[in-house]
């Protein structure tokens, strides 16, 4: 296997030399744009690395690796629709930069450029491929409407919430490495095993992606600092400070998520301060080295070497401490 960072360049230089030189042009260049703002591209990443792990040549697995980084980006654009978020990877979003109607239907152009890339398989190896993209896909779709749903609700539970992330963000992790799995052809064992890593992985990422979202650094965040206490979601730092709080605390807490003031710093500050005096930050921390451990146990079950265990790894371990 190769490090990490070999990974991150194949990557990196497979995007940056993507052709999608089609018409019309106002379809197509804000999925260039997109694509072309970069972001971690964890998700490709992980399916090369999870071909070689089983001993494949990683070049095998970029077609589904492109199409895993092609749907999540699509992904994106509408969530941004969505949440009204002007930001995405420090730059103008799609919808901000173009229009509502341009943003949806390069969104949709996205979608079906993902299922495209599987095209370059044998036919055993499509049919697997597509078939756990179509599981994922909806997966993605319901987690997204479980988030929707949850800003108009005040009884959100934290199982509720763990489900939610589990579909609008992990389950993709986890595909994205049973493809290169699959593109590997190993067994469905170790297959269904690295599945379980990049799940387990991926719920640490979302919950460290809630922090940040609170707590991070503007200056390498990439997104709009407080965006989630902004639009009222119910984040595990929401819900563990529920759970935690006083009663005065529950009621000011309450009150403000429940409104959207013209100027949002004070409400950021004062959401931010409840979750450190509760002790809800100090408990979402803690989940995600849960979660994270969880995930690193699950290499226990893989039949591969102990060199390729400790990549793997040392990519949860350095997922687990990024600020960005």
């Given at each position: 296997m190769r490090?990490i960072?070999k990974?991150?360049?194949?990557v990196?230089?497979?995007?940056n030399?993507?052709i999608?030189?089609?018409e019309?042009?106002?379809l197509y260049?804000?999925?260039k744009?997109?694509l072309?703002?970069?972001?971690k591209?964890?998700?490709p990443v992980?399916?090369?690395m999870a071909?070689?792990?089983?001993?494949?040549?990683?070049?095998?697995?970029?077609?589904?690796a492109t199409?895993v980084?092609v749907?999540?980006?699509?992904?994106?654009?509408?969530?941004d629709i969505?949440?009204?978020?002007?930001?995405?990877?420090g730059?103008e979003?799609?919808?901000?930069?173009w229009?509502?109607?341009?943003?949806?239907?390069?969104?949709?152009?996205?979608?079906i450029?993902?299922?495209q890339?599987f095209e370059?398989?044998?036919?055993?190896?499509?049919?697997?491929l597509a078939?756990?993209?179509?599981k994922t896909?909806l997966?993605?779709?319901?987690?997204?409407?479980?988030?929707?749903?949850f800003?108009t609700?005040?009884?959100?539970t934290?199982?509720?919430y763990?489900k939610?992330?589990?579909?609008?963000?992990?389950?993709?992790v986890g595909?994205?490495?049973?493809?290169?799995?699959i593109?590997?052809?190993?067994?469905?064992?170790?297959?269904?095993?690295?599945y379980?890593?990049?799940?387990?992985?991926?719920?640490?990422?979302q919950?460290?992606?809630?922090?940040?979202d609170?707590?991070?650094?503007?200056e390498t965040?990439?997104?709009q600092?407080?965006?989630?206490?902004?639009?009222n979601k119910?984040?595990?730092l929401?819900?563990?400070?529920m759970?935690?709080?006083?009663?005065n605390?529950?009621e000011?807490?309450?009150?403000?998520?429940?409104?959207?003031p013209?100027?949002?710093?004070?409400?950021i500050?004062?959401v931010k301060?409840i979750?450190?005096?509760?002790?809800?930050?100090?408990?979402t921390?803690?989940?995600?080295?849960?979660?994270?451990f969880?995930a690193?146990?699950t290499?226990?079950?893989m039949?591969?070497?102990?060199?390729?265990k400790?990549?793997?790894?040392?990519?949860?371990?350095k997922?687990?401490?990024?600020?960005v």
């Amino acid at each position: 296997m190769r490090s990490i960072s070999k990974y991150q360049d194949i990557v990196f230089s497979h995007f940056n030399e993507l052709i999608l030189k089609k018409e019309p042009n106002n379809l197509y260049e804000p999925i260039k744009y997109i694509l072309g703002l970069g972001g971690k591209r964890l998700r490709p990443v992980l399916t090369l690395m999870a071909c070689e792990v089983f001993d494949v040549d990683c070049q095998k697995a970029i077609p589904a690796a492109t199409a895993v980084e092609v749907f999540h980006n699509f992904s994106l654009i509408h969530d941004d629709i969505m949440d009204d978020a002007p930001l995405r990877r420090g730059n103008e979003t799609v919808h901000e930069k173009w229009d509502l109607n341009t943003g949806i239907l390069s969104g949709d152009a996205m979608l079906i450029l993902a299922y495209q890339y599987f095209e370059e398989y044998e036919p055993t190896t499509f049919r697997e491929l597509a078939k756990l993209f179509s599981k994922t896909a909806l997966e993605v779709c319901e987690g997204q409407q479980y988030d929707v749903d949850f800003e108009t609700r005040d009884d959100v539970t934290i199982p509720e919430y763990l489900k939610m992330i589990k579909y609008k963000t992990a389950v993709l992790v986890g595909a994205a490495m049973k493809m290169g799995a699959i593109v590997a052809e190993t067994s469905a064992e170790n297959a269904n095993s690295i599945y379980d890593f990049g799940l387990n992985l991926g719920i640490a990422f979302q919950l460290q992606d809630d922090y940040l979202d609170a707590f991070g650094d503007p200056e390498t965040f990439g997104k709009q600092l407080g965006g989630d206490i902004i639009e009222n979601k119910k984040t595990y730092l929401y819900l563990k400070a529920m759970e935690f709080a006083s009663d005065n605390e529950k009621e000011q807490l309450l009150h403000l998520f429940s409104i959207h003031p013209s100027d949002n710093a004070d409400k950021i500050s004062s959401v931010k301060e409840i979750f450190n005096q509760t002790g809800a930050s100090e408990a979402t921390q803690k989940a995600i080295h849960e979660y994270t451990f969880k995930a690193l146990e699950t290499l226990n079950e893989m039949k591969i070497g102990t060199d390729k265990k400790e990549v793997l790894k040392a990519f949860g371990e350095k997922l687990m401490s990024r600020n960005v």
